[in-house]
């Protein structure tokens, strides 16, 4: 049986074609027959699950600029939930169902990355308005997320016949969630211990991480950040052991979200990720400020580089060049995807003009066995585009000042570069946000007549709605993609996202009015020594791309020609793993996209606490293999949605006045150093 491999070669992914051609027949006799597959209490339950995770993508995207997806959080969490309530009425309940509530916790998770990236950006650079705030814009942010959640949803579901149907890609993600809601719904006895215990561990893992961090408040020498470093050099007398943890810092965390982070990512993805820190962070940066050429650790000042702002850009160009490479290394399937794109774009044209459709020569063909009563109506997703599509582009020129061609222009962009995002997903998992959005700035980094502040909003605005559609896509396609591979029906998928898009937009903005009041420094530019919780690197990234691109941005000659050659070596790098290096090396093979997140994270306890989390996932998979995959992603997820919430309590309890570090233990001289 022919076989793919993920990205670094460390999994297997069955791709023949009688794997391909799924026969649902087969499980559909196994599981009880559901009546109704669209219920108000998946949705309703799946729609709370989508909102915890919403609050931990927030905080992880503020933090490092990452977001973790609900699809297995949403399988598991919601069968327990749905299960209990299933005995309670003593009604039907199957995997179909679970379906609906898995998706539709995607959905309300999902709608966090422009808060994480350009919302708090054109705030940085003032382009909101001098000295505005979120909530001096609540009804212009609420607007813009109602136009991202619900244009994103009609704009994935004509996709779903290309990527689900016609290739039926693999989605590894979709897949496994897909398998995850198939076995918990399996009639055995091992099946449902193995339910029992995923919840068990989900919980209790979501508690401690939540209750730590809660405690940490309070006590942050302890149970925050332990200053090893700092103690060690100053019973030995060293001011430069003291600065690495009190200046650089180098400290240990207890961030439970990056432990759960480190147990399921790669290892050479969390080892490349500390050595970028450390060249950074721990030898370059403090070498280069000890010797007068860096101003210090963090900041964008004209008085000289710091370590954050010369290492933005080698990190930048690493990470760029890594994903599009990464995409180009498939360049078939690139090919194939952006060919197909302009195929149909090219027949809705036609459709306009009442002519027939062209037909693709491809044969990359396959009978859809959906039903066509499950299919979502053409009427309903045709027309539901129309009017999403007017609203943004309505709200873009009245609330952001977006010429109405420039909006209309990313709309079309949005549409050829989501079909790159899904192929890249559907093959490898990878979901290139991160490369589309800077497409996207490049091609909006000039407008006819534009002064500067309207041209940096339109850069900014233009590449948030690229990047959200092209997320929102991924996620809802991949619903689909579930959905077809355990039998449910389309239709029921598409009310359940409506539903839930309504709870994304409304946790949205609460959260992020929240996180802004209680930390105002996210929406100020960094300065050496100013102390704040979270890093925001993204932010950092897309401010200063929009910069150097507009025209007002500037780079330290070396650090440019460090930039160059970072990226020739992330190219090569790519190139070398992909075509020469044995499939067993894959696993412990550079990647030069995690080097680049250590340049520009500024945070070396970050990946410290990922470290930790993968040295744990390698010790309990020796002990015991079978409880490890079993039980791990269940660990992970908990310990991610606990942070999250305790986020949220924690940031109610800065703006409430609760007095927090009541104990200093831990924390230096004078408590200075938390």
């Known amino acids: 049986?022919?076989?793919?491999?993920?990205?670094?070669?460390?999994?297997?992914?069955?791709?023949?074609?009688?794997?391909?051609?799924?026969?649902?027949?087969?499980?559909?006799?196994?599981?009880?027959?559901?009546?109704?597959?669209?219920?108000?209490?998946?949705?309703?339950?799946?729609?709370?699950?989508?909102?915890?995770?919403?609050?931990?993508?927030?905080?992880?995207?503020?933090?490092?600029?990452?977001?973790?997806?609900?699809?297995?959080?949403?399988?598991?969490?919601?069968?327990?939930?749905?299960?209990?309530?299933?005995?309670?009425?003593?009604?039907?309940?199957?995997?179909?169902?679970?379906?609906?509530?898995?998706?539709?916790?995607?959905?309300?998770?999902?709608?966090?990355?422009?808060?994480?990236?350009?919302?708090?950006?054109?705030?940085?650079?003032?382009?909101?308005?001098?000295?505005?705030?979120?909530?001096?814009?609540?009804?212009?942010?609420?607007?813009?997320?109602?136009?991202?959640?619900?244009?994103?949803?009609?704009?994935?579901?004509?996709?779903?016949?290309?990527?689900?149907?016609?290739?039926?890609?693999?989605?590894?993600?979709?897949?496994?969630?897909?398998?995850?809601?198939?076995?918990?719904?399996?009639?055995?006895?091992?099946?449902?211990?193995?339910?029992?215990?995923?919840?068990?561990?989900?919980?209790?893992?979501?508690?401690?991480?939540?209750?730590?961090?809660?405690?940490?408040?309070?006590?942050?020498?302890?149970?925050?950040?332990?200053?090893?470093?700092?103690?060690?050099?100053?019973?030995?007398?060293?001011?430069?052991?003291?600065?690495?943890?009190?200046?650089?810092?180098?400290?240990?965390?207890?961030?439970?979200?990056?432990?759960?982070?480190?147990?399921?990512?790669?290892?050479?993805?969390?080892?490349?990720?500390?050595?970028?820190?450390?060249?950074?962070?721990?030898?370059?940066?403090?070498?280069?400020?000890?010797?007068?050429?860096?101003?210090?650790?963090?900041?964008?000042?004209?008085?000289?580089?710091?370590?954050?702002?010369?290492?933005?850009?080698?990190?930048?160009?690493?990470?760029?060049?890594?994903?599009?490479?990464?995409?180009?290394?498939?360049y078939k399937s690139l090919a194939y995807g952006v060919a197909t794109a302009f195929h149909e774009l090219r027949n809705a044209i036609r459709k306009l003009q009442k002519k027939n459709a062209i037909v693709s020569d491809s044969d990359h063909v396959s009978k859809d066995p959906t039903p066509p009563h499950e299919m979502i109506p053409t009427a309903w997703w045709v027309g539901g585009l129309i009017v999403s599509a007017i609203f943004t582009v309505v709200v873009m020129g009245v609330n952001f000042s977006i010429p109405v061609y420039a909006s209309i222009g990313a709309i079309i962009l949005s549409f050829l570069l989501a079909f790159v995002g899904l192929q890249a997903a559907g093959e490898t998992d990878i979901n290139p946000t991160g490369p589309v959005a800077k497409v996207a700035q490049l091609v909006f980094s000039r407008l006819p007549g534009a002064d500067i502040p309207t041209l940096q909003k339109t850069n900014l605005m233009c590449a948030n709605m690229t990047a959200s559609i092209c997320s929102q896509s991924v996620d809802m396609v991949s619903d689909l993609k579930t959905a077809q591979l355990v039998g449910a029906s389309p239709k029921a998928l598409f009310w359940a996202q409506m539903v839930a898009s309504v709870f994304a937009v409304g946790i949205a903005i609460p959260l992020f009015l929240l996180y802004t009041k209680a930390y105002p420094c996210l929406l100020i530019e960094p300065v050496d020594g100013a102390k704040c919780q979270f890093e925001a690197p993204a932010v950092t990234a897309w401010a200063n791309v929009c910069r150097l691109l507009t025209g007002e941005g500037s780079i330290a000659k070396e650090a440019l020609y460090f930039s160059i050659a970072g990226a020739i070596l992330a190219l090569l790098n790519v190139i070398i793993r992909v075509k020469f290096v044995p499939d067993n090396w894959k696993p412990y093979w550079i990647n030069l996209n995690a080097v680049g997140l250590g340049f520009i994270n500024t945070s070396p306890a970050i990946p410290v606490a990922m470290l930790v989390g993968y040295i744990a996932t390698n010790v309990w998979k020796r002990l015991s293999a079978k409880s490890h995959e079993r039980l791990m992603y269940s660990i992970s997820a908990g310990m991610i949605s606990g942070i999250g919430i305790a986020g949220l309590v924690t940031a109610a309890f800065t703006i409430g006045g609760v007095p927090e570090k009541m104990v200093l233990a831990g924390c230096g001289d004078g408590g200075v150093l938390c």
């Not at 020498?221 to 060293?238: E, R, V």
Request: one cysteine or more; glycine letters at 10%; aromatic letters at 14%.
């Open 1 to 330: 049986m022919a076989t793919e491999k993920s990205q670094y070669g460390d999994e297997k992914i069955p791709v023949d074609s009688a794997q391909r051609s799924i026969d649902l027949a087969e499980d559909q006799d196994e599981f009880v027959y559901e009546e109704h597959q669209f219920t108000w209490r998946a949705t309703i339950v799946g729609s709370l699950l989508g909102c915890v995770v919403a609050a931990s993508n927030l905080y992880l995207g503020l933090k490092i600029g990452w977001t973790f997806g609900a699809a297995l959080w949403g399988s598991i969490f919601g069968f327990l939930a749905l299960k209990s309530l299933s005995r309670i009425t003593n009604s039907v309940f199957g995997p179909k169902e679970n379906v609906v509530c898995q998706s539709a916790a995607t959905t309300s998770g999902g709608l966090s990355s422009g808060f994480v990236t350009a919302i708090p950006a054109m705030y940085r650079m003032g382009l909101m308005g001098e000295n505005r705030k979120p909530e001096d814009d609540v009804t212009t942010l609420l607007l813009w997320t109602i136009s991202a959640a619900f244009f994103g949803m009609f704009f994935a579901i004509p996709l779903r016949s290309h990527f689900v149907i016609n290739q039926n890609l693999v989605f590894p993600t979709p897949r496994a969630a897909a398998e995850t809601i198939k076995n918990l719904h399996r009639a055995s006895s091992s099946a449902a211990k193995d339910a029992r215990d995923s919840g068990w561990a989900m919980g209790i893992s979501f508690l401690v991480a939540m209750i730590w961090a809660i405690i940490a408040y309070f006590i942050p020498g302890i149970f925050g950040s332990i200053h090893i470093l700092y103690y060690i050099g100053k019973a030995a007398g060293s001011s430069a052991i003291m600065g690495a943890d009190a200046r650089w810092g180098w400290v240990f965390s207890w961030d439970f979200a990056f432990f759960g982070a480190g147990l399921m990512t790669p290892g050479s993805t969390v080892f490349s990720f500390i050595l970028g820190e450390l060249i950074a962070f721990g030898i370059a940066g403090p070498l280069m400020a000890t010797n007068g050429y860096l101003t210090g650790k963090g900041g964008f000042s004209k008085l000289g580089p710091s370590a954050q702002s010369w290492f933005l850009w080698p990190g930048i160009a690493m990470m760029v060049v890594t994903a599009f490479a990464e995409l180009g290394v498939h």
